[in-house]
């Protein structure tokens, strides 16, 4: 690994790509620390310690605790997107976009953006009035109110624009790779609030650190173990010239997936209370109250079978959408190509979903088990530890897909990759 990262830094392109990208997170990281002039950020900190705005400010990098210019984090972008790949599945017009190659991308990326100005005019408008509440905004007239909504908004729209600068200038995807970076920058925070909490209990904390490498390493394992599933090309002749006959495969990840079951079921979950700072209607605020990750400082267990069934909920379901196995088996009979013992066609797409669903299956439970169990052990053993089982998935997750993308520059230019 040593020598390809030796080797990224020989190659012009990569390495100014590498920086850039370097760039981008950092002056994501110093918005993330701008705070908004004329708010009592103590008090708003105050509320974020507790509830499920704790988990908003994981994954705002600590932004939310001091109320900052990039408070409502890309979490807006990521409902955004989510929505629109739900729409797709029951919208024709939306389905025929995404089918459209390049064109049709660049469309449905504007509709998300449009839609992420618009989510995130709600959620600053609701964030405002929420913490007017608890006196974190002591003036509260129309002309600062707006200054407020229109800079947490603008914060939002600028996050968006540096993902995607990440995209094309940089290595790995922007998005993930800010999120990565919120993730990240809490762990230290949290580490010296263990030592502190601790003091020299060196057993403990080495128990803490064996606990998180080995729920790492089974991260990695699974987030990488695939099925291949055999295909064979038919041979083909064109004028004196043989076409096909290779062998290949078609890998279905146990994770098919991703992380994006979980960044789905925080959106969900979050939503409740998004809803309850506009409404403030009891039963609503019940809901929300429900939902929250802790009550007086312990582990929901609502909270947690809600999100334990959200994820395994959402894994079958992003599934679905993000692998078809009747485009597949329709491309691989007009390319010539067939799973041995099967016929092209219905038999191949029935096999394909079969073997799907039976690898979906325990990728769905790993993911849950993963992502509430650290919760589950950091409230049993009292540790006030914020860097669960989630963050671990999905800074994992953006990690390994940075290291593929890096390992598909250097294996164009010829060089050894990250993931020999």
Not at 120 to 126: E, F, K, N, P, R
Not at 290 to 317: D, H, K, Q, V, W
Request: aromatic share 10%.
């Amino acid at each position: 690994m040593l020598r390809a990262i030796i080797n990224a830094f020989r190659i012009k392109e990569i390495r100014n790509r590498i920086f850039f990208t370097i760039g981008i997170l950092a002056l994501y990281r110093f918005g993330a620390n701008l705070t908004v002039p004329g708010v009592d950020a103590a008090k708003i900190l105050e509320q974020v310690e507790t509830g499920i705005l704790g988990m908003m400010d994981l994954f705002s990098g600590g932004a939310l605790g001091n109320f900052a210019v990039f408070s409502l984090g890309i979490m807006p972008y990521i409902t955004a997107t989510i929505v629109l790949q739900l729409l797709q599945v029951v919208i024709p017009k939306l389905e025929q976009l995404s089918k459209e190659g390049e064109l049709g991308r660049r469309k449905i990326n504007q509709i998300a953006r449009y839609m992420t100005v618009g989510l995130a005019l709600m959620q600053s408008t609701a964030m405002v009035f929420s913490f007017r509440n608890f006196g974190a905004i002591p003036v509260f007239n129309f002309m600062y109110v707006s200054l407020i909504i229109i800079t947490l908004t603008a914060g939002t729209t600028l996050i968006m624009w540096l993902g995607e600068l990440i995209n094309i200038h940089g290595i790995g995807n922007g998005i993930s790779l800010l999120i990565f970076a919120n993730i990240i920058s809490r762990i230290p925070g949290q580490f010296i609030s263990l030592l502190r909490l601790r003091g020299t209990n060196y057993f403990f904390l080495a128990l803490f650190v064996i606990l998180a490498i080995g729920i790492i390493v089974a991260v990695i394992l699974v987030q990488q173990g695939e099925r291949k599933i055999p295909v064979q090309y038919a041979k083909r002749v064109v004028g004196r010239k043989v076409f096909g006959g290779q062998s290949t495969y078609i890998p279905l990840k146990v994770n098919q997936s991703g992380v994006m079951p979980i960044i789905i079921a925080i959106s969900v979950v979050l939503f409740p209370t998004t809803i309850a700072q506009f409404v403030p209607v009891r039963w609503v605020q019940s809901i929300a109250n429900s939902l929250s990750p802790t009550i007086e400082g312990r582990l929901n267990p609502i909270y947690a079978i809600t999100y334990t069934l959200l994820i395994i909920i959402f894994a079958y379901f992003y599934t679905a959408i993000t692998f078809n196995p009747l485009d597949t088996a329709d491309t691989l009979r007009r390319y010539g190509g067939f799973v041995p013992g099967l016929r092209p066609g219905k038999n191949t797409s029935d096999y394909l979903t079969n073997i799907l669903n039976r690898i979906t299956l325990p990728g769905a439970i790993f993911l849950a088990i993963i992502a509430i169990l650290p919760e589950v052990l950091i409230d049993y053993m009292g540790i006030p530890f914020k860097f669960g089982g989630t963050s671990i998935i999905i800074a994992v997750g953006v990690a390994l897909d940075t290291m593929r993308q890096l390992e598909s520059q250097l294996t164009m230019r010829d060089y050894e990759g990250f993931l020999k």
